[in-house]
């Protein structure tokens, strides 16, 4: 899984630099689900499949990252196919992301929101012919420490959840359930 992640969010040549960044589509994700409080406006009928039906979520999930993150974002420069590959890895990984403990979850998100940052910065000096070797060499290291954190978290999330559950623990309800203890 690491090479996979490695080829979507690394830059390898000035001609592939405008493509698919994974850490921008997880940024944008969670900036869509500060947007989901406005989900109470969508049709009642999507409502009650959404809260009802653990394959229609996953499925609408699916859609608004191809939606949001591929297809809106002119700039791609890959095949449909890759895409589409792209846009399940992604899930993937927010599916893996969304499994973890608060004190692996908010590191996660803090490290997204350092990447982008310095992402920004490093467009801003590309664009003043400065440059940003520094900066690329830091996110290079943030995407390793991305990576460990969003599987590190998983598996101590989901061997805690095997000790709660013991012969009732399900891998897959653990990934594509999201019901939450209060």
């Excluded at 994700?29 to 394959?55: K, P």
């Excluded at 895409?83 to 992301?97: A, G, P, S």
Aim: contains cysteine; hydrophobic residues 45%; positive net charge.
């Amino acid at each position: 899984m690491s090479t996979i992640y490695t080829e979507l969010s690394q830059e390898p040549s000035k001609e592939n630099a405008k493509n698919f960044d994974m850490k921008y589509a997880l940024s944008a994700l969670y900036l869509w689900l500060l947007f989901g409080y406005l989900s109470s406006m969508t049709g009642c009928d999507l409502q009650r499949w959404m809260m009802n039906n653990q394959f229609f979520r996953h499925l609408v999930g699916i859609i608004a990252f191809f939606l949001l993150f591929t297809v809106l974002d002119t700039e791609n420069h890959i095949n449909i196919g890759s895409i589409v590959l792209k846009t399940f890895v992604v899930y993937f990984v927010f599916i893996l992301m969304t499994k973890s403990k608060w004190y692996f979850s908010i590191p996660t998100l803090l490290l997204l929101v350092v990447d982008q940052g310095l992402k920004y910065q490093a467009t801003y000096l590309e664009k003043e012919k400065k440059s940003h070797k520094n900066i690329d060499r830091i996110r290079n290291y943030i995407d390793k420490l991305f990576i460990v954190l969003v599987v590190v978290g998983f598996i101590f999330y989901g061997i805690r959840q095997y000790e709660t559950y013991g012969n009732n623990f399900s891998f897959t309800q653990l990934l594509f359930s999201n019901k939450c203890r209060l």
